[in-house]
């Protein structure tokens, strides 16, 4: 949009120099004037900086009529915006059809009138300058948006991490379990996003939702007693009924964190999901509901697989760390019993980027 305190640059297009001269006439006392003899040299001008602020194209031109250049300037982003006058003879019903289909948003007859030229190109102009401002607005509204939604996301990301490591930290000294298991889910959904059995589900934006919502799969170990999180020994069939009540205690967390604030929040249905049943098993002998099959969200059968592996490679106050040879053995024996045929199977196709994630994202001394 031209600034305040200058005058709008005008394009005139026609192939007669005479009528070149004519048209700069009558507008160079309002405005800047531009002119070009062929279509090719009208483009390149309405690309350059600064770009005109209105065209006045002449329709009758060898190698590249108006309605061409027309199309062109339309099609093109840089000049798209450019309000463009038709100057021709060719005043019938049908050539102003075209010139309109085309994008011109007027047509000035010749021979041309000079008041009706001024007056039709400051209308143009004012409209256009009307269009620019809303233009501008809603760019600038849309930024606003856009910095005010990153900064809810980055406050939402901080806030869980933050949830989650109060947890996590509890019986994993630096907290990396979480960043880890993140990541695995992350991984392993983007691998069955190519099997027809899940690739309904398994959508970016869910993908997304999983990756933001996995870190809270242990948030109910807060309210284990450290007597029983901490046991450096095997529970005892009682400590253990406690140690199981993690799942539900986590997820009655964020339910009632929800409900405080009257609405769903889409991120928290998996969330949700992943808390409550992470440690159910594929062959029902898992908690707390002891869930069969696919009556598991796939989301904590998902968070089933990462979970076991990560907890198998990282030294805990019970045990230490294997290596990944070692918990793949392990890990293997849990297909169609523990977890999900498929989903392990997708596992198998993608151990080498959990072990990669696993090395970057190590606990100190492991």
């Known amino acids: 949009m031209e600034a305040a305190n200058e005058k709008p640059l005008v394009l005139v297009v026609d192939d007669t120099p005479e009528n070149l001269s004519l048209m700069s006439a009558v507008l160079k006392d309002r405005y800047k004037v531009k002119v070009a003899s062929k279509g090719e040299r009208a483009l390149q001008i309405a690309t350059t900086s ?8 002449d329709v009758m031109m060898p190698e590249m009529d ?7 300037l339309k099609a093109d982003p840089r000049s798209a915006h450019i309000p463009v006058l038709f100057l021709t003879a060719k005043t019938d019903s049908e050539s102003e059809a075209t010139g309109f289909q085309c994008g011109g948003v007027d047509y000035i007859g010749k021979p041309i009138s000079p008041p009706v030229v001024l007056a039709r190109v400051a ?8 269009a620019d401002f809303l233009r501008d607005k809603n760019d600038f509204l849309e930024q606003a948006v856009a910095e005010r939604t990153r900064e809810l996301s980055a406050i939402q990301d901080v ?4 949830m989650s490591s109060m947890a996590e930290t509890r019986d994993n000294e630096t907290g990396n379990h979480i960043l880890r298991t993140q990541r695995y889910v992350q991984c392993l959904a983007q691998k069955l996003q190519a099997n027809p059995r899940f690739a309904p589900v398994l959508t970016d934006a869910y ?3 999983l990756y933001k919502s996995a870190p809270l799969h ?4 807060v309210g284990i007693p450290d007597h029983i999180l901490l046991k450096p020994g095997k ?7 406690i140690m199981k009540t993690h799942t539900t205690l986590g997820y009655l967390a964020i339910d009632r964190a929800e409900k405080s604030l009257g609405m769903n929040l889409p991120f928290l249905a998996p969330a949700k999901e992943i808390a409550l049943y992470h440690q159910e098993k594929w062959d029902g002998s898992g908690y707390p509901e002891g869930l069969v099959g696919e009556a598991i969200p796939l989301s904590a059968r998902l968070m089933a697989v990462a979970d076991v592996y990560d907890a198998l490679i990282s030294r805990r106050v019970y045990k230490g760390a294997m290596t990944h040879d070692e918990a793949m053995a392990i890990l293997r024996q849990g297909r169609g019993q523990h977890f999900d ?4 199977d997708a596992f198998l196709e993608v151990e080498n980027d959990f072990r990669r994630i696993a090395i970057s994202l190590s606990d100190p001394d492991e």
Do not use: S
């Open 66 to 72: 108006g309605y061409e250049v027309c199309r062109r």
């Open 341 to 344: 045929p498929d989903v392990f």
């Open 159 to 162: 806030t869980i991490l933050a």
């Open 235 to 241: 529970l005892t069939p009682d400590e253990f009924e």
């Open 50 to 57: 600064p770009a005109p602020d209105i065209i006045l194209l």
């Open 123 to 130: 209308a143009q102009l004012q409209l256009k300058r009307m």
């Open 207 to 209: 993908i997304h939702l």
């Open 218 to 221: 242990d948030i109910g170990k």
